[in-house]
């Protein structure tokens, strides 16, 4: 009997997954992207509750640069600019795998 060999071809983009994945508000953030569309850290801290806005603007940019989420529009907000960050292909990916494996099988 010949042993089933696995490959992963693209262990770059697993990784990049699996980092997505790793926190808790990463993935709130990713929800709220999904559900609710663009959105700016301000936004999901204050509006969503999803916690310190330095914590969510931290973790908005971990995600962007993990080719998670990607910015589509800035705007002047009191004096600062304010980013709105959206998903990408590969953050819906991402947000599916979760969907899938945060599934209670039947």
């Known amino acids: ?28 953030v990713l929800l709220a992207h999904a559900n609710d569309g663009p959105a700016s850290a301000t936004t999901l801290a204050f509006e969503k509750g999803l916690g310190p806005l330095q914590n969510v603007s931290y973790h908005q940019i971990k995600l962007r640069d993990l080719d998670v989420l990607k910015r589509v529009d800035t705007r002047r907000r009191r004096g600062a600019e304010e980013h709105l960050y959206d998903l990408t292909d590969f953050g819906r990916e991402v947000l599916d795998t979760a969907v899938v494996f945060g599934t209670k099988p039947e």
């Open 1 to 28: 009997m010949a042993e089933d060999h696995i490959e992963i071809e693209d262990l770059g983009r697993v990784k990049r997954l699996a980092t997505a994945l790793g926190y808790r508000l990463r993935l709130e």
